[in-house]
Structure formats: structure tokens, C-alpha cells
């Protein structure tokens, strides 16, 4: 028997209190294997030890939500009986170590997370942050981690619809590769992970179980240092082909009765999703790891319970029905084996070569994890408004914007993602917000992700509101009706309490914003310790929002579409430059106080546009965000080739009319009538309109003075990203 | 026994990812590097241990599958 | 116009050509597992559709092609039955040497999605006759490996016998003189890179896949 020593404790990133605690629970010390299945569980990836007292706190419910968080996805209603299943997660510390591999693990886990509730997935997105791009692990990475991503998501056949990326040096050591999913599903065949009673076999399905990934779960919860290139091992390789196999072949068994709870092994592989779906159900659960497929010879049983080999599913099913359920896997050319029973001592018992090698109590592995309410210091929003030179020409600033990293076309990107795989993509990535039709009907989600870090670290607060405020606007934008938020919390270490603070603040921050705008959380991931020798990420909350258009025919897209429409600004314009791009880019400073939002605001114009788009009144809308009107007028004209002669209205101050980042502001371009009834009708709502210009020609002009080609915009805006990338490795995939 | 194959282009055929490896090469101070081809090698263990029985078999198996002899020619190892 | 599409392991976009074919003949369309060694009954066109059979491992089509259906798609071709080979169909196409010549790795070595133009350059044949001879279209290629190769004498006898049905405007991936689209000798196997089934719904960005599955549902049925 291995004795429990403090080091091997320590090694297993447990602290000597919680070994204690696991002493208490047991009765007992625990052995070499029950110390590696809770050293998983009770990491800060599986058990969300740091974060769930605040979690709690979120807004989680309403009439269209099925299913909360809680499960391996959240579930809402979209009507006719058809649900919309999604989520976001994160796969940060195994991307940077072996970006392809890393990207394509977070998008197979994500999808499994998905499709393991009964959905087909219908679309992808990701939210990516890499370091700066003079780093010389930038170009590396973004190629790996794209590569890596179009790799598994293409095979798949699942379009990948869009998402967003920046650079910033706080991502230099660790990069954020958050991977979201949208499934459908029938609201009456929803699985869910509890498995209930007694007697029930247990069935292991997919690929055979390898050495992958032992610890992966503990690695994503601590740091990297110097010697993390050593972690390389570590990495799982993900195989397409199998998971596309196991994803028809799991739909096909969903389709009967046969299953009772279904659960993917992702993080921490069998021994997480055994405990979790025993815990949920109440029920014990007794594997037999000998019948575990494996891939390599030898396996012990603390390497079986730990692996992280991707394609793997773990199912309950009703008495009986293994044959039918085998007939299917094995059409499907996967493996599949009965691996255990469910039980009703509610503690989970492993057996290896005829012996019991583990025996605990499946409440200590899960509900009895750790909660702690880890001390943070609060720190005051940023404030100031910074210093900069009012005389600068705003076309000549406009250009330089367009083709600043974080705002330069990302199609470098976005093609190596087939986007229209599957035949329901009606808005393709570039715009507000992706919107993909829900198979034969009339309806569409729209789907988006957002936050913006600067943000979040000069007020952690406004920053957590501020994401969820441009979600709900990306979706209205393009005529959705916003229905649920799935939510990737990226943060440096909880144990320091300034970013502690980052965490609780964005936290109710996220709440306050869902509550006002009846926009729940239904699910999310938490990503912590991210940080490379002590140097923390932007506080980085990413919002995945989803929502939903009745009719997919009445929907707006940001091009403008016609010569001589009246280009409307909809919403309060004081001129926020403090933590701006423009700021940023043009003066070099990352200073001053964030934007406030007003989600009353937010609200109120919100439905105000969408309504105008629903009633198929308008069909061109933009969301005014980064970079402010200028480059959101710009990105309209782009989309569309159409110029527009636009005029400041209200400000004194050009540059802070043009490129101030206030909230709560959409750009509408309609026809003249249309917009002379709009006006209207806003100012009668209490809503503060001003007319800009006109749609046409072919160049963006200002006050009728300053004038830049279209053609010029866009030469700015398509070529940082290949002209950067043109140094890049070539891709040794395949 | 064991065996290794090793497929290759066929001479003429352009190998875009051998000439970026060349490149990438040169780039990082290997400026003697010139004509860069990729190829693949596949290892298989066999049953069979008469030699000649398992190069024909091996024959067959490249025709058939491991390479295609449009673009691809085959290389075989007996060990 | 009675249609089958096959369906590989890890095919893809076997739903979409069902949906584009079953939108446009209002029938059924018969979908085949690669095990089958049998199409159904009275088949008139056979899709071999999009997607990443077998993970596209060791080359893109190779173990497809290997599979018991392609005994029946061969009869089928020889018998005059017409056969559409889109995306990864092209491919399993060419492996198994239905149509001449194979399909790379993209030259660029990134995999590219994005809508492309094309010249129909031959409107003789079962799946063209509804365009206009030189018709500029535009249809969305999503590949990896779409880089069309044979020899020098193949692509002169392509040329000079009317069988380059498809041309890129803007070559996408390198293919030899852009060819995007062949047909076989006998002008009842199409295989090509783009995927037309994807531009039959107006919501979807464009309607010019539309005329190639009329040139076949008006000959066929």
C-alpha cells in the first residue's frame, strides 16, 4: 500500500486540509487510487471550489428554461416543442502547451457536453485571446489553435458560425480558447445525467481508454511555470472521426427508450462522470475496470479511473436492453462495453483483477467538495478621463483602427471554418451575430459571444454587465429576441484576493445585467489560475448569448443595402474615450473609467429595435460597441459597399463623438420614410435618436469635408491579419 | 513480423507542403536546405513469416489502399 | 427522379443533398449505408455526398472507396446511371477511378470555405443543360484537400473531349487549369469540388445550385 505523505498530497494538487477532510469522510486514510479520483474531483476544474458560493447568486430561471446549470448543458424552450441545448467551456491550459490538439479537445468536449442531452449540435463558436502579437508565441498559436479547431469542428460537419478573438500581453503566457456549442433537441427527448435506481447496468461506449490526459483536470487548475513545457504528455489527441461516429450513434440509441441517464467523459474521464451521475441519482455505482476497452497494455487502475481519452461516453441503461444498445455501436464500428451496475449504497466501488481497489462515498466526491468563500479585497473602479490630442483627423485615426489587431477582419480566420456545413447558416461570420435556422421550420437562433477584458479590469463590476449588454444587443441587432446566456469565467488565481475581487465583482456584475434583462444563465465553466509566473490575464467573463427570431425572414443584417437610407443613432451619445480602442490604439493608453450601462437603457432600446425589425420595418442594424460610431459606420459601409455622408451630432468634440464606446447604442439605416416614422416614434418612447446622414457613393465623408474611399477601409481592414499570419509555421496536421 | 512503408509523390507531382517546410527550413537558418519532399510511413506488424509471401501481400496492399498509384509510389521494408 | 445518397462514416452533408433533392422532386430520397451491397430498386441518381469519410485518414476517399457499396455504384456508372460526386464524393470518385486524375491538399494548405465563382464551361451533359453555356455561378467550396491533379495528357483529353464542366474564376486551391468540376467519358459521373446543394434555399446566400439538380430531375424522371 502507497503511504499517504504530505508530498504525494501536494503532488496531487490537494492541500493538507482537504486531505484531512477526505480522511473524515472516508473513516480512513484513503489509498493511491481513491487519492487520485478526489484529487480530481476536487480540483478547481471539476468542483468549481472557488467559485460556487458566487455562482449561486446568478439568475438562472425563466419560463423558457428547461434546464439550468447543473448539468452537462443548460436547456431552453424555443417553442413547438423544439429546445435549443448549449454551452461554453474552456480549454486554455492544454492549448497553449499543443494548440492544435489542445482547440480540438475544447471543441470535441464541448460538442460530447451537448449531444450527450440529445441534441444534434447545429453550430459552433469560440472566443479566443492570445498575447500580443510581437510575442513570438503568438503566431504559433493562433494558427495551431485554428487549425485546431477547423480540424474537429469541419470533420464533424457542425458549421462554425463565428466568435471573436483579441491580443492583448496579459494572454502572452496564457492563452483562452473558450469553445461554444448550440444543439437541437425535442423539449420530450431531453437526457439528462441522474441515474436513478438500482440494478441498472452501466455501458462504456466510443473509443478504447488510453494514458491521455492523466491530471488534465488538476493542470487546468493550477499555473504554469517554467517547467510547464514538460507537461506535454498531458495532451489528448482527439479523433473527429470517432466522435462523428459516436455522435450518430448515441442519436440512434436516443431515439429508443433504452437509455435512463447518459453523461460524456471529459475532464477527470470515468471517475467525474460515474460520480456525477451516481450523485444526481442517488444511487451507488459499481465499475469493473477489467471490462474497460483499453487501448494500451497494463493499465492500473488509478490510470484507467484518470485517463482523459477523448470519444467516451458512459450511459445507464434499462435491464435488458445492452443487446440493442450494442447492435448500434457496433454498426457504428465503436466500442462498447457493460462496465458495471448501479447500486443503492450511493458509494462509488471500483474492482480491478477481482479486488476492490476503491470504495467511497459518492456524496464526499461531489457534494461534499469543497466550498470556499475566498477572501477578496475591493477595489475601487478605475476613474479618470486621460489626456489626448483633440486635433487629431478622425478619418486618418478611423483607418489605423481598421487595421489594429483586435479590430482587423478576421477572415484570415473564419474561412478555414466551414460555416455552412449543414445548410441552415442564414448569417455567416463578419456580422452583429451568427443566425442559423432551426432545421424545416421558420425559426432561427441567433448566436453570439462577447466581453470586453479592458473593460473588466478598470471595473470588474460594469465590465461582468457590460459583456451581457452586448450580447443582448448583438442578438437584437439582428432581430432576436435574447433568451439565455451561457457564461466562460477566465481569471488569473483565486487565492490572490485583488483577483478574488475580479471574480465576485464580475460575477454580480453578470447577474445584475441577466436579471434586468430577463436573460438567465443556464450553464458555464470557470476557467481559473490563469496566470504565468505570477503574472495574471485580463479578467476575461466571456458571455455566449442565444436567442431567438420567430421568423427568420424578418431579420437584419449590418450592410447597408440601398443608396439615400437615413442612417439613425439610436441612444445617448456623451463621448466615453476612457479604456476605448481608440484611445488604446491611437494614444497608447489603457487608462481611465470603464463605460457604465445602463441596463434600463439597454432594455428599453433593445425592444425598441427589435421591434422594429420584427414587424419587418427595418433590415440594417449594427450594434455600436468597439471603436465607437466611426468604426461601426465603417463596418456597415464594408459589409454592404455602399458609402455614407455622415455628420457629428450633439458634440462638441469629434473624436469623442465618433469614437467615445457609450452603450446602449444601435445604428438603424431605412429608407427615408421609414426613418422619418422611427424618429418619431423614438423620441416619443423617451429614446434619444439623432439623424447622421445618408447611405451612398463610395467613400465614408464627414461633415461634408473629410472623405476616405471604401476600397481604402477595406484594404486597411482585410490585410493586417494574412500580412501578420505570413510568418506562421506551416500546419503538421493530418 | 514487421513491416514499413513508405509512400511518397511521385516525381513531378508539386508538393506544396514539402516546399513549405523548405521554406520554413531556409527561415530558420538552414539556408542549405533545397528540395523538400513529404511523405508518409506506415508501420504494420504481420502474422505472416515467410518473407516472400509478405511482400506480395504488402504489394497488394499498397495497390489497394496505402498508396494511390496516381500521384503516390511505394517504398517496402521488410524488418 | 428517383435519388440515393450514400452515406460513409463520418459522411457529412449526406442531409443536405437529401434536403436539397427532396425540396426539389418532392420525393424521398433513399439514403444508403456503405455496408449495403445493393442500391435500392430503380435508382436513377446516386449522390455520393460531402463530408469526412473516415476522418479523411491516409487520403481523403480511400477507405470509402473500399467500402461494399462501391461494387453497386460501379454497375450502376457502367450501366449509364447517372452519379454525383460532391466534396468528399469527388474524391472517393476519383479513388476509385470512376472519374481520372486525384484531389490534394489545397496548395494554400488551409482548409477554405467561402463562395466562389465558377464558369460552367460545358452545358452537354445530364447535369448542365439548364445553365448557359459560359454562365458565371457561384456556389461555396469548404476543403482542405481540393487541389485537382492529373498528368499533362489526362487534362488535354479533359480539354479536348468537353468533360471540364466546372472552371474556379479565382483559383481556390490550386487546381490544375482551375478545373473545379469533370465528368467521365461516357458523361454520367460528375464529380466536383463545390457544393451546389448549399445554394438552393435563398436563405442560405443564393439559388444558382438550383439549375444543376433541374438538369437532372428533367432528364431522369
Not at chain 3, 433513399?30 to 441518381?45: A, F, G, K, R, T
Not at chain 3, 483529353?157 to 465528368?183: D, T
Amino acid at each position: 500500500m502507497t503511504e499517504i505523505t504530505p508530498a504525494l498530497i501536494t503532488e496531487h494538487g490537494l492541500s493538507l486540509e482537504e486531505y484531512d477532510r477526505i480522511k473524515g469522510l472516508l473513516g480512513r486514510d484513503a489509498n493511491l487510487v481513491e487519492l487520485g479520483v478526489f484529487s480530481v474531483m476536487w480540483s478547481e476544474h471539476c468542483s468549481y471550489k472557488s467559485t460556487r458560493a458566487h455562482l449561486r447568486k446568478l439568475p438562472t430561471k425563466a419560463p423558457w428554461v428547461l434546464q439550468g446549470p447543473g448539468e452537462n448543458a443548460g436547456v431552453i424552450d424555443i417553442g413547438d416543442g423544439d429546445a435549443a441545448i448549449f454551452k461554453m467551456e474552456s480549454h486554455n491550459h492544454p492549448s497553449f502547451i499543443e494548440p492544435y490538439q489542445g482547440a480540438a479537445t475544447g471543441v470535441g468536449g464541448i460538442m460530447r457536453d451537448v449531444f450527450t442531452m440529445g441534441a444534434r449540435p447545429i453550430a459552433m463558436m469560440n472566443a479566443l485571446r492570445f498575447g500580443e502579437p510581437s510575442h513570438p508565441k503568438t503566431r504559433h498559436l493562433v494558427s495551431g489553435v485554428v487549425s485546431g479547431i477547423g480540424g474537429y469542428g469541419n470533420c464533424m460537419g457542425v458549421p462554425t458560425v463565428g466568435g471573436e478573438v483579441n491580443f492583448h500581453k496579459s494572454y502572452n503566457g496564457n492563452i483562452l480558447v473558450n469553445a461554444m456549442c448550440v444543439g437541437l433537441a425535442r423539449t420530450d427527448k431531453i437526457f439528462l445525467s441522474a441515474a436513478k435506481g438500482a440494478g441498472n447496468p452501466v455501458v462504456y461506449v466510443g473509443s478504447k481508454t488510453g494514458r491521455d490526459g492523466i491530471h488534465g483536470a488538476t493542470m487546468a487548475s493550477a499555473e504554469f511555470d517554467d517547467a510547464s513545457e514538460e507537461k506535454r504528455p498531458t495532451v489528448q489527441v482527439g479523433d473527429p472521426f470517432t466522435e462523428k461516429l459516436l455522435l450518430e450513434a448515441c442519436l440512434e440509441l436516443m431515439a429508443t427508450d433504452a437509455i435512463i441517464a447518459i453523461q460524456d467523459m471529459g475532464a477527470a474521464g470515468l471517475t467525474s462522470s460515474s460520480a456525477e451521475m451516481g450523485d444526481k441519482g442517488g444511487s451507488g455505482i459499481e465499475l469493473d475496470l477489467d471490462k474497460v476497452p483499453q487501448r494500451e497494455e497494463n493499465m492500473t487502475a488509478y490510470e484507467m479511473l484518470l485517463s482523459e481519452s477523448q470519444e467516451r461516453m458512459l450511459a445507464v441503461l434499462k435491464p435488458g436492453r445492452e443487446a440493442e444498445a450494442e447492435t448500434i455501436f457496433r454498426k457504428w464500428e465503436l466500442d462498447f462495453a457493460v462496465i458495471g451496475i448501479t447500486t443503492d449504497t450511493n458509494r462509488l466501488v471500483i474492482k480491478h483483477k477481482g479486488a476492490v481497489v476503491a470504495d467511497m462515498p459518492i456524496t464526499a466526491l461531489s457534494d461534499a467538495a469543497p466550498v470556499y468563500e475566498r477572501p477578496f479585497v475591493e477595489r475601487a473602479p478605475a476613474q479618470g478621463k486621460p489626456a489626448y490630442d483633440k486635433a487629431k483627423p478622425v478619418l486618418a485615426s478611423l483607418e489605423k483602427i481598421l487595421g489594429a489587431p483586435d479590430m482587423a477582419s478576421r477572415r484570415w480566420i473564419w474561412e478555414q471554418y466551414d460555416n455552412s456545413v449543414m445548410n441552415d447558416t442564414v448569417q455567416h461570420p463578419g456580422g452583429d451575430a451568427a443566425v442559423v435556422r432551426v432545421h424545416n421550420t421558420q425559426k432561427a437562433l441567433a448566436i453570439t459571444t462577447d466581453v470586453s477584458p479592458r473593460y473588466c479590469r478598470a471595473d470588474p463590476f460594469n465590465g461582468g454587465a457590460q459583456a451581457v449588454a452586448e450580447a443582448y444587443r448583438n442578438l437584437t441587432a439582428v432581430g432576436a429576441t435574447p433568451l439565455a446566456v451561457t457564461d466562460n469565467l477566465n481569471f488569473g488565481n483565486p487565492q490572490k484576493p485583488q483577483i478574488m475581487w475580479e471574480i465576485v465583482a464580475g460575477i454580480d456584475g453578470i447577474g445584475a445585467a441577466c436579471r434586468a434583462l430577463d436573460f438567465p444563465v443556464i450553464s458555464g465553466n470557470c476557467s481559473l489560475y490563469n496566470e504565468t509566473n505570477g503574472e495574471g490575464i485580463l479578467p476575461t467573463p466571456a458571455i455566449g448569448g442565444v436567442g431567438l427570431l420567430k421568423d427568420v425572414t424578418k431579420m437584419a443584417t449590418v450592410a447597408f443595402k440601398r443608396d439615400g437610407d437615413v442612417v439613425i443613432l439610436l441612444g445617448e451619445t456623451r463621448g466615453h474615450l476612457s479604456q476605448s480602442i481608440y484611445l488604446r490604439e491611437i494614444e497608447g493608453k489603457e487608462e481611465g473609467a470603464a463605460p457604465v450601462v445602463d441596463l434600463a437603457a439597454e432594455k428599453k432600446h433593445g425592444d425598441f429595435v427589435r421591434k422594429l425589425i420584427e414587424a419587418g420595418r427595418v433590415d440594417t442594424v449594427h450594434d455600436v460597441s468597439d471603436g465607437g460610431v466611426a468604426v461601426a459606420v465603417a463596418e456597415m459601409a464594408l459589409a454592404g459597399s455602399i458609402g455614407a455622408s455622415i455628420g457629428q451630432a450633439g458634440l462638441p468634440d469629434a473624436i469623442a463623438f465618433w469614437f467615445g464606446e457609450d452603450q446602449g447604442r444601435y445604428l438603424i439605416a431605412a429608407p427615408f420614410a421609414v426613418a422619418e416614422k422611427i424618429l418619431v416614434e423614438a423620441r416619443d418612447a423617451g429614446i434619444i435618436v439623432a439623424e447622421l446622414g445618408k447611405t451612398g457613393g463610395d467613400a465614408l465623408v464627414i461633415d461634408d469635408s473629410a472623405r476616405i474611399a471604401v476600397s481604402k477601409l477595406r484594404a486597411a481592414h482585410e490585410d493586417w491579419f494574412p500580412r501578420f499570419m505570413a510568418g506562421e509555421e506551416i500546419p503538421l496536421t493530418n | 513480423m514487421k513491416a514499413r512503408i513508405f509512400v511518397t509523390l511521385k516525381n513531378g507531382v508539386l508538393d506544396p507542403q514539402g516546399k513549405a517546410i523548405g521554406h520554413a527550413l531556409n527561415g530558420l537558418g538552414f539556408p542549405s536546405v533545397g528540395e523538400v519532399r513529404q511523405g508518409k510511413l506506415i508501420d504494420l506488424d504481420l502474422a505472416e513469416s515467410d518473407p516472400a509471401k509478405a511482400k506480395a501481400s504488402l504489394k497488394e496492399m499498397c495497390e489497394k489502399l496505402l498508396a494511390n498509384t496516381v500521384i503516390e509510389k511505394y517504398e517496402i521494408e521488410l524488418k | 427522379m428517383k435519388s440515393a445518397v450514400i452515406v460513409f462514416p463520418a459522411s457529412n452533408c449526406d442531409r443536405d443533398a437529401a434536403t436539397a433533392l427532396e425540396s426539389l422532386t418532392g420525393n424521398r430520397t433513399h439514403m444508403v449505408w456503405h455496408q449495403d451491397s445493393e442500391l435500392p430498386s430503380d435508382i436513377d441518381l446516386v449522390v455520393l455526398p460531402g463530408g469526412f469519410s473516415y476522418g479523411d485518414y491516409l487520403r481523403c476517399g480511400a477507405m470509402a472507396n473500399q467500402s461494399r457499396i462501391m461494387g453497386a455504384i460501379k454497375a450502376h456508372a457502367a450501366k449509364g446511371g447517372a452519379v454525383l460526386g460532391i466534396c468528399n464524393g469527388f474524391q472517393v470518385l476519383t479513388e476509385s477511378g470512376l472519374l481520372p486524375g486525384a484531389l490534394m491538399r489545397n496548395a494554400g494548405l488551409k482548409f477554405v470555405c467561402k463562395p466562389v465563382a465558377l464558369k460552367v464551361e460545358e452545358t452537354q451533359s445530364v447535369f448542365t443543360r439548364k445553365y448557359d453555356q459560359g454562365q458565371t455561378v457561384t456556389f461555396p467550396v469548404a476543403h482542405g484537400e481540393g487541389n485537382y491533379y492529373a498528368d499533362g495528357e489526362t487534362l488535354d483529353r479533359l480539354e479536348g473531349e468537353g468533360r471540364v464542366m466546372f472552371r474556379y474564376q479565382n483559383n481556390p486551391n490550386g487546381s490544375a487549369r482551375n478545373i473545379a468540376g469533370i465528368l467521365n467519358e461516357k458523361r454520367n459521373v460528375l464529380g466536383l469540388m463545390p457544393h451546389p446543394e448549399r445554394v438552393v434555399d435563398p436563405l442560405n446566400g443564393g439559388t444558382d445550385g438550383r439549375a444543376l439538380f433541374h438538369s437532372l430531375i428533367e432528364t431522369l424522371s
